[in-house]
């Protein structure tokens, strides 16, 4: 036994990057997701509008994060702010004084209602949650788990793809064959993107069926998002089995790139909760993006020119993704194929 240990410690010792990964990444992650992990939202973004915007934004506490003001705004000016996602909170400044919530926020619509009223330092408004008004878990994570599954599909299983063909030693035939590395990704992907839609498409119906969710958006504009998605999710699979030698280390890679996704996407923890130092990384995040696109279209009808900027983030993080995983695959490819044209000469 005590030789069967010393031979296992020796074996961990040598794989220094398995190593790396079991003591850097749980601190990492605690440092991280301790700065996450909160549900109360300090500062909500709002718009007052109405004749009285201005008197009734100068009283708001600090916590009503008020970034439109509107004198000419009307109610439905507040509902299309919300709608649009440029405010959570949308006070009327008209009697009566009503204070509007989306719904599809629900840690930070709770937290605005916990502040609301007691808070406020002119009486008691009128408050009416818009989008999600019973506040439900189910309206509010079954879009999200869309983008989770795809991303465990797109990610995990696609970034065994090239490992695959490297330990079975098909990596050289690929070399020698007539064919880019553009034209090899392509041929990877498309199995998995197949996959992906069909999905996409189980999910969302039984989202819908059994849980009740409301679609009240347009579909071309949630296809036209999960379809980007999936480019941006598969060509990180790409890229991470471009990165790995065996498919134990491209499943650490990918799992390691699926934990921040899930809990740093707004998926979970509101993105206005988290501090600037850690927001960051979730605009790097395709599922950050997605679940703007899904729940804004399943909840709130958004239109497709609000969600421009969710769209060009997708479609570039597709694009460097992609790219990068070409650019590896191309470095991949070009040792084995020198060495398949020097095999004839060797042999003469």
């Known amino acids: 036994m005590q030789a069967m240990i010393r031979k296992e410690f ?38 007052v509008v109405g004749v009285q915007a201005e008197a009734v934004a100068a009283l708001l506490p600090e916590t009503f994060d008020v970034r439109i003001v509107d004198r000419a705004g009307s109610r439905a000016t507040a509902e299309d702010l919300l709608r649009r996602s440029r405010a959570i909170i949308g006070v009327v400044a008209e009697p009566p004084l009503t204070i509007l919530v989306d719904g599809s926020e629900m840690f930070a619509a709770q937290s605005a209602l916990r502040r609301t009223g007691s808070a406020l330092p002119f009486g008691e408004p009128q408050v009416e949650i818009l989008f999600n008004p019973d506040l439900s878990t189910a309206a509010i994570m079954v879009p999200a788990l869309i983008g989770m599954v795809l991303t465990a599909v797109g990610t995990v299983i696609t970034s065994l793809g090239v490992v695959r063909e490297r330990q079975e030693g098909t990596l050289e035939q690929l070399a020698v ?6 034209d090899v990704i392509v041929g990877k992907i498309a199995p998995y993107f197949l996959v992906g839609v069909i999905d996409m498409a189980v999910i969302t119906a039984a989202g819908l069926l059994l849980f009740d969710v409301p679609f009240r958006g347009s579909w071309l504009v949630f296809i036209a998002g999960a379809v980007l998605f999936l480019l941006a999710v598969l060509g990180m699979g790409v890229l991470i089995s471009t990165l790995s030698q065996t498919q134990g280390e491209a499943i ?36 950050t993006y997605f679940i703007q696109i899904v729940r804004g279209v399943f909840l709130k009808a958004t239109p497709i020119d609000a969600l421009g900027i969710p769209f060009l983030a997708l479609a570039l993080l597709a694009a460097v993704v992609l790219s990068l995983a070409i650019l590896r695959f191309r470095r991949d490819l070009a040792p084995s194929g020198r060495r398949a044209a020097e095999a004839p000469g060797a042999a003469a």
């Open 10 to 47: 020796r074996q961990l010792r040598r794989d220094r990057r398995t190593l790396a990964l079991m003591i850097v990444v749980p601190l990492l992650l605690l440092v991280v997701f301790g700065y996450v992990a909160r549900f109360d939202v300090k500062e909500i973004p709002t718009a």
């Open 177 to 182: 064959m007539p064919l880019r590395p553009r």
């Open 252 to 287: 650490q890679l990918a799992i390691m790139t699926m934990l921040p996704q899930v809990m740093l996407s707004g998926m979970i923890f509101p993105l206005t909760s988290m501090p600037w130092g850690v927001r960051w990384i979730s605009y790097l995040l395709p599922l």
